[in-house]
């Protein structure tokens, strides 16, 4: 056995002990936006979209995609936190911090606050960039990993504004 694989086995390396810590917080920040968004959180449904445009992936795609673009984030954010400690690191992390913060209020809004729900998803896709420039300077597979969830909230906000202006020119 590789003698660095089997300190950490063992238990003696005092990164092993790091990296269950950043699993641990990952789990309790994705339990937490489970529990924000509740059942049919994160939903984006047809009822408020009568002229659905054709840029729009069918439904069954939204749900699953953003499972793996979470785990490409949450691996992302477990690659800084297991980087040596600096101010870049700091940033960077802050940032993801901010992103999980940003998709809990977005889901948090549910399909009715479309208006609070682009603006959380306009702040997520910039400080998703902002974080992912910040994550290369650390680790250049992290800030790369960012870059998946970055393009399709970027889509995200796209429909989520075509719903809205939908919605807001159909009370006018």
């Not at 789990?27 to 979209?49: F, H, K, N, Q, W």
């Not at 606050?113 to 994550?135: D, F, H, K, N, W």
Request: charged residues 15%.
């Amino acid at each position: 056995m590789h003698a660095r694989y089997r300190e950490t086995v063992d238990g003696r390396n005092p990164a092993l002990g790091q990296v269950a810590a950043g699993l641990a917080l990952t789990a309790v920040a994705v339990l937490i936006s489970a529990m924000i968004a509740g059942p049919g959180g994160g939903r984006v449904d047809g009822e408020y979209d009568p002229a659905r445009p054709a840029f729009q992936p069918p439904k069954p795609v939204f749900g699953l995609a953003w499972p793996p673009l979470f785990i490409a984030l949450t691996l992302s954010g477990l690659r800084l936190w297991n980087a040596p400690a600096s101010r870049a690191r700091t940033r960077a992390l802050t940032l993801w911090t901010v992103i999980q913060g940003l998709n809990a209020l977005w889901m948090a809004l549910g399909p009715r606050r479309l208006g609070g729900r682009l603006t959380a998803a306009v702040a997520a896709v910039g400080t998703a960039a902002a974080y992912a420039v910040e994550a290369r300077k650390v680790d250049a597979p992290a800030g790369s990993l960012a870059g998946p969830y970055i393009g399709w909230i970027g889509l995200a906000n796209v429909l989520t504004e075509h719903l809205w202006r939908g919605r807001s020119s159909a009370t006018k």
